[in-house]
């Protein structure tokens, strides 16, 4: 899977040193704007992805557990196929295999850290909220799935949490499974959970990087795929990380800057340079959708499709934004 989505050849699962490869999400949004400007340059959004080492048999080490907890979101990856022993896949087995593991991981985290607060009288609402998390945890419970407070999660964030993070599934089918839907029980579990879910074939998904671009499209199409599927891991797992793209477009460059949802205008600005969110003045903001149809941006204009919006509007995804600044 980290193969065919980086394009790396590198030795991965037990007994392997952890890979990073740097993957553009692909942005059909991108690519109408650059034909509309023929930029100099295009630039997507892009994720680092870490393939970490996993354990003996089912079980991940400590090792790979402390790695997993530097990254923003988690992914794992299903079998849903023979191995070469001919046994099917368990993916169900495979996701509470792992769901217990993280969880056992916290509980540890979040033990040792009220019996600190305890002993030395600290913050009682610090107290109160690691005590929620504990018996949530003791019920098998992610923290992920306990409702909490933005306050109370930057109070959490500095424990890195393993099941506090985004989790995404990719149920990893054979080659002639990869137009089916996920089995109803997959989907449920998922479902149930709050989890992103992809099905996709690693092995047609290596075969498709390896190939000429020209001819990607027409083998997708033989297998009744729109794109590669790895396309949409790849755009799932950036909206899991609640990532949305505001795009600047002109002739220089066509971009897609990946930007918290619900961001404010003046802090989407800092994304570009640090100079335009302290001198902010307005935002000039075109749906791309709009200015793809109509042409230009003095089009735009003309007939009302171009905004001027100020400090208090949030930046949604697919916004075209210029942004007007003095320091």
């Not at 899977?1 to 553009?24: H, P, S």
Request: with cysteine; proline share 5%.
């Amino acid at each position: 899977m980290f193969g065919a989505l980086t394009g790396r050849a590198v030795d991965t699962g037990f007994g392997a040193k952890e890979n990073l490869g740097v993957v553009k999400v692909h942005d059909p949004r991108v690519d109408a704007l650059a034909k509309l400007y023929s930029p100099k340059k295009v630039t997507y959004a892009e994720i680092t992805f870490s393939d970490l080492p996993g354990g003996h048999g089912d079980s991940l080490d400590r090792k790979a557990l402390l790695a997993m907890k530097s990254v923003d979101a988690l992914c794992q990856v299903l079998r849903a196929f023979p191995d070469a022993a001919d046994e099917p896949g368990d993916p169900l087995r495979e996701l509470s295999g792992l769901e217990t593991e993280t969880i056992l991981a916290d509980l540890e985290v979040v033990e040792g850290r009220i019996a600190r607060v305890r002993k030395d009288r600290g913050n009682p609402r610090e107290l109160a909220l690691l005590e929620r998390v504990q018996a949530a945890l003791e019920a098998e419970t992610p923290v992920r799935r306990i409702e909490v407070s933005d306050e109370e999660r930057r109070m959490l964030s500095g424990f890195q949490l393993l099941t506090q993070k985004p989790l995404l599934l990719v149920l990893n089918v054979a080659e002639d499974a990869v137009a089916e839907p996920a089995p109803a029980a997959i989907s449920k579990a998922a479902e149930q959970r709050g989890l992103g879910l992809v099905v996709l074939s690693a092995k047609v998904e290596m075969d498709i990087a390896l190939m000429p671009a020209a001819e990607q499209q027409e083998f997708c199409e033989s297998l009744g795929l729109s794109e590669p599927a790895s396309r949409r891991f790849v755009r799932a797992a950036f909206e899991l990380q609640g990532l949305i793209s505001m795009l600047t477009a002109g002739e220089d460059e066509c971009r897609a800057w990946p930007v918290p949802r619900g961001t404010f205008a003046p802090k989407a600005a800092g994304k570009i340079h640090s100079d335009i969110e302290r001198g902010f003045i307005r935002a000039e903001v075109t749906r791309w959708e709009d200015l793809v149809e109509l042409g230009s941006e003095a089009r735009c204009r003309e007939v009302g499709k171009l905004r001027v919006e100020g400090r208090d509007y949030v930046v949604e995804d697919g916004d075209v934004v210029n942004f007007r600044f003095n320091v």
